[in-house]
């Protein structure tokens, strides 16, 4: 019996240095691997945005607004630091009081390597106020800033910029 209580205490053991090992070697979480690769972004290509039917217009605001930011789009993916896609939908209630609210919209987007890894994500939602005509330009506007405040956070942390 004590034998197997020693054997039992130094599996255990064992079994507890191995995951120790194990864990403390992994990566970073993602989040962190994102932001850390999104500094070395500077040429961006953008593709059509799905679910848009003015599509064209839609990136071409997109464009204007990254070179705004300090970017540089590209007309190859060849060419490109990362890949810019996008997708818009619409979130519909169907429950309630019958009384039938706006539909909710949103434009996600997200900015792949060249090789298929996420760098970076993020969630426009579009306020139910704007007009048709204003949309494109309010959400071309919100990515623009949200992906260089990203870009700039992760230049922030590799050293690149002080304040």
């Known amino acids: 019996m004590r034998k197997n209580k020693i054997y039992f205490a130094l599996t255990s053991c064992l079994l507890t240095s191995f995951c120790l090992a194990v864990f403390a070697r992994s990566p970073l979480p993602s ?5 850390n690769k999104l500094h070395l972004v500077k040429k961006i290509y953008v593709e059509e945005i799905d679910g848009v039917a003015n599509k064209h217009s839609v990136n071409l605001y997109i464009k204007q607004q990254l070179r705004n930011a300090g970017f540089t789009t590209t007309d190859k993916q060849v060419d490109a630091d990362a890949i810019l896609t996008g997708t818009f939908y619409d979130v519909i ?3 309630g009081d019958g009384s039938e609210p ?3 919209s949103y434009y996600e987007f997200q900015l792949t390597s060249p090789n ?5 994500k993020s969630k426009i939602k579009v306020p139910a106020r704007l007009n048709d005509s204003r949309i494109e330009t309010y959400v071309a506007e919100k990515l623009a ?6 870009w700039r956070k992760s230049a922030k942390k ?3 910029i002080s304040n």
Do not use: Y
């Open 145 to 150: 800033s949200k992906l260089f405040a990203a």
């Open 31 to 35: 989040s962190d691997r994102k932001s």
């Open 116 to 120: 298929k890894v996420v760098i970076w």
């Open 102 to 104: 706006p539909p909710r």
């Open 158 to 160: 590799a050293g690149l």
């Open 93 to 95: 209630t169907l429950d």
